[in-house]
C-alpha cells in the first residue's frame, strides 16, 4: 500500500512538472469547430508578418492647391468689364476667356499697330525708290544704306507693336479679352460686369488652381517635431470625405515655426484625379514611424477582448481552427502588433470570427 502511495505522489509531481516546462502559447479552445460552406463565403482571412512596430502620429492640417501650379490673374489695362464668362469654383480650359473688358489702352494698341504697318509700307517704298535712283545714277551708295537704315527702325517698331498686341490677346477692336493661362478651378474671383477697372489696378481678379495634385499641409505641434522625418508614410482623410483614405508620404518640412500657434508644417504631395480632395478642406493625417522592436502583425479587426484578455481565431482548415489568446503591445489605424501568441504566417480570421470564438470558447 506505501509502495502504491509513493507511485501516485511521485506521477503527479511528474505531471506538475511537465505542466510548469511547457512555456509555448496553447490554444484555448478544446472543441472541435467545422466551418460551413455558407459561412466560408462570408469569412476573410489574413497572414500574420512580423515586421518593425509602428507608431501611429495624429495630426490636422489642410488640403492646399499646389502652389507651383497655383495662378494669379491681373488686368493688364483699365476699362469697363462687358461680360464675365467665369464664376468661382467654375473649371476652365487653358485659353477660355474669363472677361472681356472695353479699353481705350487697347484702341491706342492698335492704333499703334496700324502707325507702325504704315511706317514700314513707307521705308520699303523709300528703299525701293533709293535702289532705282542708285542704279541710274541719280543718287549715292550712302542715301540707299540710309534708306535700308530707316525701314530697319520701321521693322522693329512693327515687331514691337506685334508683341504688345500679342501679350495683351487683342484680336480686333478695342476689347481686352481674359484668358486663363492654365487649365483649373477658379478659386478666387473679384471682378463682375460694369465693374470699372483702373489701369493701375494692383488686386488680381482670378485666381485659377490646377488640382490634378494637391498638397497636404501637416501642421507639427513643437513637442512633435523631432518625431517627425522626410519619407515618413501617411494616411490622409478629410471632413469633405471621411469615409476615403489617401497614402502618402512628406516629401517636404518647412523649418519654420510660426510664432502664433508654436508649430512647424510639412508637405505630402497627393496625385487628385478625381477632384476627390478640395483645396482649404480640413484633413486628418496619420503619421508612421518604425520602432526599434519587432512584432507580429495583424489587422486590428481580427482581435477580440474579452473578460480583459485578447484573442484570435486561428485558421488551419475549414475543419480545423482554434482560438488563441494574444498580448497586444501596439496598434495603428489599421494593424494590432502582438509579442505572444503567434508567429509569422499564422492565418487569422478578420470578418465572421466572433461567432466561431463563441462556439470554441463559451
Same mark, same amino acid.
Request: overall charge neutral; proline content about 2%.
Given at each position: 500500500?506505501?509502495?502504491?502511495?509513493?507511485? &501516485?505522489?511521485?506521477?503527479?509531481?511528474?505531471?506538475?512538472?511537465?505542466?510548469?516546462?511547457? /512555456?509555448?502559447?496553447?490554444?484555448?479552445?478544446? %472543441? @472541435?469547430?467545422?466551418?460551413?460552406? /455558407?459561412?466560408?463565403? /462570408?469569412?476573410?482571412?489574413?497572414?500574420?508578418?512580423?515586421?518593425?512596430?509602428?507608431?501611429?502620429?495624429?495630426?490636422?492640417?489642410?488640403?492646399?492647391?499646389?502652389?507651383?501650379?497655383?495662378?494669379?490673374?491681373?488686368?493688364?489695362?483699365?476699362?469697363?468689364? &462687358?461680360?464675365?464668362?467665369?464664376?468661382?469654383?467654375?473649371?476652365?480650359? %487653358?485659353?477660355?476667356? &474669363?472677361?472681356?473688358?472695353?479699353? /481705350?489702352?487697347?484702341?491706342?494698341?492698335?492704333? +499703334?499697330?496700324?502707325?507702325?504697318? #504704315?511706317?514700314?509700307?513707307?521705308?520699303?517704298?523709300?528703299?525701293?525708290?533709293?535702289?532705282?535712283? =542708285?542704279?541710274?545714277?541719280?543718287?549715292?551708295?550712302?542715301?540707299?544704306?540710309?534708306?535700308?537704315?530707316?525701314?530697319?527702325?520701321?521693322?522693329? !517698331?512693327?515687331?514691337? #507693336?506685334?508683341?504688345?498686341?500679342?501679350? =495683351?490677346?487683342?484680336?480686333?477692336?478695342?476689347?481686352?479679352?481674359?484668358?486663363?493661362?492654365?487649365?483649373? =478651378?477658379?478659386?478666387?474671383?473679384?471682378?463682375?460686369?460694369? *465693374?470699372?477697372?483702373?489701369?493701375?489696378? @494692383?488686386?488680381?481678379?482670378? +485666381?485659377?488652381?490646377?488640382?490634378?495634385?494637391?498638397?497636404?499641409?501637416?501642421?507639427?505641434? !513643437?513637442? +512633435?517635431?523631432?518625431?517627425?522625418?522626410?519619407?515618413?508614410?501617411?494616411?490622409?482623410?478629410?471632413?469633405?470625405?471621411?469615409?476615403?483614405?489617401?497614402?502618402?508620404?512628406?516629401?517636404?518640412?518647412?523649418?519654420?515655426?510660426?510664432?502664433?500657434?508654436?508649430?512647424?508644417?510639412?508637405?505630402?504631395?497627393?496625385?487628385?484625379? #478625381?477632384?476627390?480632395?478640395?483645396? !482649404?478642406?480640413?484633413?486628418?493625417?496619420?503619421?508612421?514611424?518604425? *520602432?526599434?522592436?519587432?512584432?507580429?502583425?495583424?489587422?486590428?479587426?481580427?482581435?477580440?477582448? !474579452?473578460?480583459?484578455?485578447?484573442?484570435?481565431?486561428? =485558421?488551419?482548415?475549414?475543419?480545423?481552427?482554434?482560438? %488563441?489568446?494574444?498580448?497586444?503591445?501596439?496598434? #495603428?489605424?489599421?494593424?494590432?502588433?502582438?509579442?505572444?501568441?503567434?508567429?509569422?504566417?499564422?492565418?487569422?480570421?478578420?470578418?465572421?470570427?466572433?461567432?466561431?470564438?463563441?462556439?470554441?470558447?463559451?
Amino acid at each position: 500500500m506505501q509502495i502504491q502511495k509513493t507511485i &501516485l505522489i511521485a506521477g503527479a509531481l511528474l505531471l506538475f512538472s511537465c505542466s510548469q516546462n511547457n /512555456t509555448e502559447p496553447q490554444s484555448v479552445s478544446t %472543441k @472541435s469547430f467545422v466551418i460551413s460552406d /455558407t459561412m466560408m463565403k /462570408t469569412i476573410r482571412v489574413a497572414e500574420a508578418t512580423k515586421e518593425y512596430v509602428k507608431e501611429e502620429l495624429k495630426f490636422f492640417g489642410k488640403i492646399s492647391a499646389d502652389k507651383n501650379q497655383y495662378i494669379d490673374i491681373y488686368p493688364l489695362v483699365g476699362g469697363n468689364v &462687358l461680360s464675365v464668362s467665369a464664376e468661382l469654383g467654375d473649371f476652365v480650359k %487653358k485659353g477660355q476667356v &474669363l472677361a472681356t473688358i472695353r479699353s /481705350t489702352e487697347i484702341a491706342g494698341f492698335q492704333k +499703334d499697330l496700324s502707325t507702325a504697318k #504704315t511706317d514700314v509700307a513707307i521705308a520699303e517704298n523709300n528703299l525701293r525708290v533709293a535702289q532705282e535712283l =542708285y542704279a541710274g545714277k541719280l543718287n549715292t551708295e550712302k542715301d540707299v544704306q540710309e534708306a535700308n537704315s530707316q525701314l530697319k527702325k520701321a521693322q522693329d !517698331e512693327l515687331n514691337r #507693336t506685334k508683341s504688345v498686341n500679342e501679350v =495683351y490677346n487683342i484680336k480686333k477692336g478695342n476689347i481686352y479679352y481674359v484668358t486663363s493661362p492654365i487649365s483649373g =478651378y477658379v478659386v478666387q474671383k473679384d471682378i463682375n460686369k460694369g *465693374m470699372e477697372l483702373r489701369s493701375d489696378r @494692383s488686386d488680381n481678379i482670378f +485666381d485659377i488652381a490646377n488640382t490634378n495634385q494637391v498638397w497636404v499641409i501637416v501642421n507639427i505641434a !513643437e513637442s +512633435d517635431i523631432s518625431k517627425i522625418s522626410l519619407g515618413m508614410k501617411a494616411e490622409i482623410s478629410t471632413l469633405a470625405n471621411p469615409d476615403q483614405v489617401f497614402s502618402g508620404q512628406i516629401d517636404k518640412i518647412f523649418k519654420v515655426i510660426n510664432p502664433e500657434t508654436n508649430s512647424m508644417q510639412a508637405r505630402i504631395v497627393l496625385d487628385n484625379p #478625381t477632384g476627390a480632395l478640395i483645396p !482649404e478642406s480640413k484633413a486628418t493625417i496619420n503619421v508612421y514611424r518604425n *520602432m526599434d522592436q519587432q512584432a507580429v502583425a495583424i489587422p486590428k479587426e481580427a482581435v477580440i477582448f !474579452e473578460d480583459n484578455r485578447y484573442f484570435v481565431v486561428v =485558421y488551419r482548415s475549414q475543419k480545423e481552427v482554434a482560438v %488563441k489568446e494574444v498580448k497586444p503591445i501596439a496598434q #495603428t489605424g489599421k494593424l494590432a502588433y502582438v509579442s505572444e501568441g503567434l508567429e509569422a504566417g499564422d492565418q487569422v480570421i478578420t470578418s465572421g470570427q466572433l461567432l466561431i470564438f463563441r462556439a470554441l470558447h463559451q
